[in-house]
């Protein structure tokens, strides 16, 4: 049993996270990607997922053992910003940290996985691209129902604070939780304290969460619980390339915008044309136009001819801010 130890100060200081952490839904749905259970919650996804793995991202299983301890330096505390940011936090681990943590995952290492340990930087910017990818293929297209899940959870949490107070929100938090002023108890933990010292506590609902609640290893990290959001089966819907695209349509033309969308999980000129239902001329048209466009890049793996987006294309097709250079 987990015990987490709680001052006034504390209590004042807990937050309810308001949105889902992409950081930890990487980490928790690589978790639910090897395993089999929650078929009702995760079945398509998990099916989708694996039929489509992406090769690129084939590394970070070396990294999440569906059982057992996972590096904590995956899942930094959110910073505000987009996933690019969290990315970013990620790489900026010390490499003391990161060799430390990777000492404790109980999964045979790979020759990239020790470059990673000593701070090798090609084995670096390829865990920023694996990550980068993963979230796009695995992550990306279902981010409205997690958001909408992670929400609904949120909306039932502060109703319970704001009409019964925070002793009531902790005791209600989880079948696997136990609120016993002013020690959260938590099961299926090993025999552990978790003493606050006025830090506080962020809840994080998650989707990938499964069955009992987590948490971060190391005691000194800034402390946080994740738990599973309460949502019914089978709530991962995929947002079709039809409603992300919409709005791309009118500016681009709704085969440009699709195929776009279509290249944001890394693909060939064939996989382009099968994904949008085109030609391969016509494939190679439209990759040709975004490429000129500055929204795709193309390289050559291999025999292979590859295109990905670029941070431009990337920000149009999620519609986030574009970056802006000083002239």
């Known amino acids: 049993m987990l015990r987490i130890h709680f001052t006034s100060q504390d209590l004042t200081r807990t937050t309810l996270a308001e949105e889902p952490d992409p950081m930890w839904e990487v980490l928790l749905s690589l978790h639910q990607l090897q395993g089999r259970d929650g078929a009702g919650q995760y079945g398509y996804w998990r099916e989708r997922t694996r039929r489509q793995f992406p090769r690129h991202a084939e590394r970070l299983l070396h990294l999440t053992p569906p059982r057992g301890y996972s590096p904590d330096f995956l899942t930094p505390p959110p910073a505000g910003g987009s996933f690019d940011d969290a990315v970013e936090q990620v790489l900026s681990t010390a490499p003391r940290r990161i060799n430390q943590e990777l000492e404790m995952v109980r999964r045979p290492g790979s020759s990239w996985t020790r470059d990673l340990a000593v701070g090798r930087r090609d084995a670096l910017n390829g865990l920023g691209q694996s990550l980068q990818i993963y979230h796009r ?28 107070g925070v002793d009531d929100l902790l005791s209600n938090l989880h079948p696997a939780v136990r609120w016993e002023r002013p020690v959260l108890k938590i099961m299926g933990f090993a025999e552990r304290d978790l003493h606050l010292e006025g830090r506080g506590l962020r809840l994080q609902p998650s989707v990938f969460c499964w069955r009992t609640p987590t948490k971060l290893r190391d005691p000194q990290l800034s402390p946080v619980l994740v738990y599973p959001v309460r949502e019914a089966p089978g709530m991962l819907h995929l947002t079709s390339v039809e409603s992300r695209t919409e709005p791309l349509a009118a500016l681009l033309g709704t085969t440009r915008a699709s195929a776009l969308a279509a290249i944001s999980d890394v693909c060939t000129t064939t996989e382009l044309a099968r994904r949008c239902d085109i030609s391969l001329a016509g494939a190679s048209r439209q990759a040709g136009i975004l490429r000129e466009a500055g929204l795709i890049t193309t390289r050559r793996a291999g025999q292979a001819v590859l295109h990905d987006l670029t941070p431009l294309g990337k920000a149009l097709l999620d519609g986030s801010d574009l970056p802006i250079h000083n002239l």
Request: avoid cysteine.
């Open 137 to 164: 293929h695995a992550i990306a297209p279902y981010w409205d129902s997690i958001r909408a899940s992670v929400r609904s959870d949120l909306h039932q949490q502060v109703s319970r604070l704001t009409t019964s």
